[in-house]
């Protein structure tokens, strides 16, 4: 079997990073890297109790290290309720037809979503316009969002947010500029967690 041909990014890392601050979240538990494509990040969490990684493209996850692997439609998971205690959920809203109702499914799956996302705020958007000449989004993405509006997609779901994070800077910094990295409104990419509220899904 071939090893993975992606390296990990700095989004990659800061989700690796969270994790290692908060091993309690996928130590014996059961993870889904949902839109996980080679496995890259799942493969890391050695210690969880299930590694499973669905996306649509075989090729991907033919070369994903753990054996549990699924081809199917993010938007409809063949899972049962609460088969999940954390989804991985990175750099795949932005690229789905119907966020909402992605996002119901995997909220019907699991406790807890980690996931990562390019920053629509309008702050980025000013910037954006300057650094890509006119572009604001990226090849590929059907649309991205500000943080109010994935808040809301999971708000509807029955999930609350309980941590957000700026992931990089969006012109460029220096290594000395890192403070930068606090103001996820002017960054990047935003790294978001989000927690189930028991009894507000039907």
């Not at 996306?55 to 753990?66: G, I, Y």
């Not at 500000?146 to 999930?159: L, M, Q, T, V, Y």
Request: net charge positive; charged share 25%; glycine share 8%.
């Amino acid at each position: 079997m071939r090893g993975s041909s992606r390296q990990l990014s700095y989004k990659h890392r800061k989700i690796l990073r969270f994790l290692s601050l908060h091993t309690n979240m996928f130590m014996g538990k059961r993870v889904l890297d949902a839109g996980g494509r080679d496995g890259l990040i799942i493969n890391k969490l050695s210690g969880a109790k299930w590694r499973v990684i669905l996306d649509l493209d075989k090729s991907e996850l033919a070369k994903a290290k753990t054996s549990l692997k699924i081809v199917a439609d993010i938007g409809h998971l063949p899972f049962i309720e609460d088969s999940f205690d954390l989804t991985m959920f990175s750099e795949v809203l932005e690229h789905v037809e119907k966020p909402q109702q992605v996002v119901k499914d995997l909220a019907r799956v699991c406790r807890y979503i980690l996931m990562t996302t390019p920053n629509n705020s309008i702050f980025r958007r000013v910037l954006w316009r300057i650094r890509r000449k006119g572009s604001l989004s990226s090849p590929g993405h059907v649309c991205e969002y500000s943080p109010k509006e994935i808040k809301h997609f999971f708000r509807n779901a029955g999930f609350g947010l309980i941590m957000f994070e700026g992931i990089g800077f969006i012109i460029g910094k220096p290594k000395f500029l890192n403070i930068f990295e606090v103001l996820p409104y002017f960054s990047s990419k935003v790294l978001m967690l989000f927690e189930k509220r028991c009894g507000q899904l039907s």
